[in-house]
């Protein structure tokens, strides 16, 4: 098994571009997220699926839009980056939602810098 | 607010030698408490979870107390390596939802 997987691991973007941060998971896993980890800050949630096709906002969920249409993958768009995106992302996934017992298993992390 | 607050930010400890990792948190309500290993540059990688009803769980050189009484949880490295050398995050769930700590920064020195 892979676990989860996560490109690019580097990233430099203008305000402005847009891009999407690929993730991918071979562990049949319905619970996938996305968070945001910032210096001197915990790790923030900014959405989330419990399965393909249902997707839901999580704590900072502006300026971002996933959509989950298999099991395996679960895209983050960032539709117009601002500097305030820069930031390093990071995707998991659970079999069950992270809030239960689940072990939750996450990717190696896409580094963000927005100019 | 749900909040978990780690202590300490930082701690830089000698090879060979113990340290123990405080983690305090005001979440409700509680499902379970979890302990990360962060690698710099690397994802967090799980090394405990604990329910409302455990206080104390095992991982190798690692062990985690849960005193939910107190809402207090600490994590315990035993003859630490060098490889101990990384962030710990403390995350307690509740309500479906995970509150992550800022972590402690820990630094194994020869």
């Known amino acids: 098994n892979a676990g989860v997987t996560q490109t690019p691991k580097f990233q430099v973007l203008k305000t402005g571009q847009s891009m999407t941060l690929q993730c991918a998971q071979d562990m049949n896993h319905e619970y996938m997220s996305w968070y945001r980890q910032d210096p001197g800050m915990g790790l923030r949630l900014i959405h989330y699926?419990?399965?393909?096709?249902?997707?839901d906002q999580g704590e900072v969920p502006n300026g971002y839009n996933v959509s989950r249409s298999t099991t395996e993958d679960f895209p983050l768009r960032l539709l117009s980056a601002a500097p305030s995106q820069t930031s390093v992302y990071f995707c998991?996934?659970?079999?069950?939602?992270?809030?239960?017992?689940?072990?939750?298993?996450f990717g190696p992390g896409t580094r963000l810098l927005v100019l | 607010k749900n909040q978990v607050e780690q202590s300490p930010q930082s701690l830089i400890i000698l090879e060979g030698k113990n340290c123990t990792l405080q983690c305090n948190y005001t979440v409700s309500p509680f499902s379970n408490l979890r302990w990360y290993k962060q690698d710099t540059g690397r994802g967090p990688v799980s090394l405990t979870i604990?329910?409302?009803?455990?206080n104390t769980k095992s991982n190798g050189r690692y062990t985690a107390t849960l005193d939910a009484d107190t809402k207090q949880s600490s994590l315990h490295i035993t003859a630490s390596q060098l490889s101990d050398s990384a962030s710990y995050i403390c995350v307690v769930s509740g309500g479906n939802k995970l509150t992550f700590g800022t972590g402690t920064q820990l630094k194994v020195e020869l």
């Open positions: 998991a996934s659970s079999y069950f939602v992270a809030g239960g017992g689940e072990t939750q298993y």
């Open positions: 699926s419990v399965g393909a096709g249902i997707t």
């Open positions: 604990m329910t409302f009803s455990e």
